[in-house]
């Protein structure tokens, strides 16, 4: 199957700074990434659809401007976390869709783990 | 509303018992697809099945069965013979074909623990 790796695996930072998250397709094209993000104990809310090209579509609740989303290739997106916070302390997971067939394939990322003290 | 519900937060059996995970769905979409992926303490998602909406057979693969019922929206998960090795976060989920560019909805997950 197809491969799609996240970078860095995990991040420790401090309050107040940014970190940015990539998310690879490996050996596809991807038209259309997933950003999603997993606290403990909880399922995997979608945060955005991010589309090469164009400007990501967040979902209801999820603040733009605090979560950076670019798309410039067919294989990279990156999320960036500005100024975080420790409440933003999560696991991040991308997906990357490609079409297979009739149905649009999706593949997942092994997740990146922030901690924000 | 919550599009997949799995109802079971967390079971716990004895290794070689048999255990069905539940999940129950809600669409408007003729045509979608139902997933299950394990999530073990790393994190990272294994996939293991998908199913589209067009094909009810039940499907087997070795100690993993799955019970598509349109019926009563719902999409079993039944594990034979558990193992130790099957503990993990098991999460149920959704995507429709027509709508939202396939956006996967997942359900909260079910940990299953399985003691030796």
């Known amino acids: 199957g197809a491969v799609v790796s996240q970078h860095p695996s995990w991040v420790i930072c401090k309050s107040g700074t940014s970190v940015k998250i990539e998310c690879r397709s490996l050996?596809?094209?991807?038209?259309?990434m997933f950003w999603y993000r997993q606290f403990p104990k909880q399922s995997l809310m979608l945060m955005a659809t991010?589309?090469?090209?164009?400007?990501?579509?967040?979902e209801q609740g999820v603040e733009k401007d605090k979560f950076l989303i670019n798309h410039a290739s067919l294989t990279l997106s990156t999320l960036t976390v500005t100024s975080a916070h420790p409440e933003d302390s999560s696991f991040y997971i991308c997906?990357?869709?490609?079409?297979?067939?009739?149905?649009?394939?999706?593949?997942f990322g092994p997740g990146t783990r922030l901690t924000v003290l | 509303a919550q599009k997949v519900t799995q109802a079971q937060t967390e079971i716990s059996v004895v290794e070689k018992e048999d255990v069905t995970l539940d999940c129950v769905y809600e669409?408007?979409?003729?045509?979608?697809?139902l997933f299950w992926y394990k999530q073990p303490p790393s994190g990272e998602l294994v996939f293991l099945i998908r199913?589209?909406?067009?094909?009810?057979q039940n499907e087997i693969s070795g100690r993993y069965s799955w019970n598509f019922q349109k019926s009563t929206s719902s999409f079993n998960f039944t594990i034979t013979a558990s193992q130790v090795v099957d503990s993990a976060v098991y999460f149920c989920?959704?995507?429709?074909?027509?709508?939202?560019?396939?956006?996967?909805?997942f359900g909260s997950g079910t940990k299953l623990n399985v003691k030796p």
């Open positions: 989920a959704l995507s429709e074909a027509l709508r939202s560019f396939n956006k996967f909805y």
């Open positions: 199913r589209n909406s067009f094909d009810e």
């Open positions: 991010s589309n090469e090209g164009s400007k990501a579509t967040y």
């Open positions: 997906s990357a869709r490609v079409l297979a067939g009739t149905y649009n394939e999706q593949f």
């Open positions: 669409t408007r979409d003729t045509t979608y697809y």
């Open positions: 050996d596809f094209q991807a038209t259309t």
